[in-house]
C-alpha cells in the first residue's frame, strides 16, 4: 500500500517496523508522537480492540490516544485439520470432540491472537472442549498440523491455502459471515450449524489524538483511492485479504463494538497476557 499511497499523497510513505508486545510498542510510538499527519499506524484487532481485555496495563488507550483513519484489511480465518481426523463437516468435528473432551490439541499463532480467540469462542458457542497449542507464529503451527503433532488449527487463509490445495489438511468451516472470495468452496460457521458466528482479523489505519480533521480526511481519502489500484487488490488477495475502506466514524464504531465482543470472550476463557 505505500507505495500507491506515496503517489497520491505525493511525497514517500517511510515505513518504521516496531514489533513487540503484541503491537503495544508501535501503538504507543504513534500515540506519542507529533498529532501532525506525519506519523500514523498500522494497527490491527489486538492494537485497536483486544489488548483493552488482555493486558490489565496498556501504554495506550486505542480510544482516547488515537484517531481512527480508516479500516483497511480484514482477512479470514478457517478452522482446519489433519486428514487423519475422520471428519468433513463442522458438526461432525463438534460430535467428535465432544465424545474425546480435552484430547484433542489445536493451534494457533499465539495466545491472544485473532485466531485463538475466534477458537475460544467456538468452543463457548458449542461447549467443545480443547487443549490449546499456542505458536510463535502460523507458519510453525501449520508444520505441526501437517505433521500430525495437532489434530486442529485456526488459521488464516495464506497459511493454509497450499496445504488446502495439496491435501495435506482438510477445511472445515470459515469464521466470517460470508464465505472467503478465495475460499468460497468452504462453508462458514452459521452455515455449518453455529449461528451468529463472525470474528476476522482485521487492520485499520490511526494517526495520534488531536491530529487535525482535515488530515484525517487526506490520508482517509488517499487509502480509499489506493484500494482502487488492480496491483493493490492483487497483492491483498494473494494474501487472503479483502480491502475494506472506511470513514473514520465506522472505524471508531467497530473498534469499540469488537472490544465489547471479545472482552467477553477473554473474560470467560480466562485468557491474560500480562
Known amino acids: 500500500m505505500a507505495p500507491v499511497m506515496g503517489e497520491i499523497l505525493g511525497q514517500s510513505v517511510v515505513i518504521d517496523n516496531r514489533p513487540g508486545a503484541s503491537s503495544i510498542i508501535g501503538a504507543t510510538a504513534v500515540a506519542r508522537a507529533p498529532a501532525d499527519g506525519y506519523t500514523f499506524l498500522l494497527g490491527d484487532m489486538g492494537t485497536y480492540s483486544t489488548n483493552r481485555s488482555l493486558f490489565k496495563?496498556?501504554?495506550?488507550?486505542?480510544?482516547?490516544?488515537?484517531?481512527?483513519?480508516?479500516?483497511?484489511?480484514?482477512?479470514?480465518?478457517?478452522?482446519?485439520?489433519?486428514?487423519s481426523l475422520p471428519v468433513k463437516t463442522?458438526?461432525?468435528?463438534i460430535a467428535l470432540a465432544k465424545s474425546r473432551p480435552d484430547t484433542l490439541?489445536?493451534?494457533?499463532?499465539?495466545?491472544?491472537t485473532p485466531h485463538h480467540l475466534a477458537m475460544?469462542?467456538?468452543?463457548?458457542?458449542?461447549g467443545i472442549k480443547l487443549t490449546h497449542v499456542p505458536y510463535k507464529g502460523g507458519g510453525p503451527a501449520m508444520q505441526d498440523l501437517v505433521g500430525g503433532q495437532i489434530s486442529v488449527l485456526m488459521s488464516d487463509l495464506a497459511t493454509a491455502s497450499q496445504f488446502i490445495k495439496t491435501d495435506k489438511v482438510r477445511p472445515i468451516?470459515?469464521?466470517?459471515?460470508?464465505?472467503?472470495?478465495?475460499?468460497p468452496q468452504v462453508p462458514t460457521m452459521a452455515e455449518s450449524g453455529v449461528s451468529g458466528f463472525d470474528a476476522w482479523a482485521w487492520q485499520g489505519f490511526a494517526a495520534p489524538?488531536?491530529?487535525?480533521?482535515?488530515?484525517i480526511?487526506?490520508?482517509?481519502?488517499?487509502?480509499?483511492?489506493?484500494?482502487?489500484?488492480?496491483?493493490?487488490?492483487?497483492?491483498?488477495?494473494?494474501?487472503?485479504?479483502?480491502?475494506?475502506?472506511?470513514?473514520?466514524?465506522?472505524?471508531n464504531t467497530h473498534m469499540r463494538r469488537?472490544?465489547?465482543?471479545?472482552?467477553?470472550?477473554?473474560?470467560?476463557?480466562?485468557?491474560?497476557?500480562?
Open 258 to 274: 469488537e472490544a465489547k465482543v471479545w472482552a467477553q470472550i477473554v473474560q470467560e476463557s480466562g485468557i491474560s497476557l500480562d
Open 57 to 83: 496495563k496498556l501504554s495506550y488507550d486505542s480510544f482516547t490516544d488515537l484517531a481512527p483513519i480508516t479500516l483497511t484489511a480484514r482477512f479470514g480465518l478457517m478452522l482446519v485439520v489433519h486428514p
Open 120 to 126: 475460544e469462542m467456538l468452543m463457548r458457542r458449542t
Open 173 to 183: 468451516a470459515s469464521t466470517g459471515a460470508a464465505r472467503l472470495q478465495l475460499a
Open 105 to 112: 490439541s489445536y493451534g494457533t499463532p499465539g495466545t491472544g
Open 90 to 93: 463442522l458438526q461432525e468435528f
Open 217 to 251: 480526511a487526506a490520508l482517509n481519502e488517499a487509502y480509499a483511492k489506493a484500494a482502487t489500484h488492480a496491483s493493490v487488490k492483487q497483492r491483498l488477495a494473494d494474501l487472503g485479504g479483502e480491502l475494506i475502506p472506511s470513514s473514520p466514524q465506522e472505524m
Open 209 to 215: 489524538a488531536g491530529t487535525p480533521e482535515r488530515i
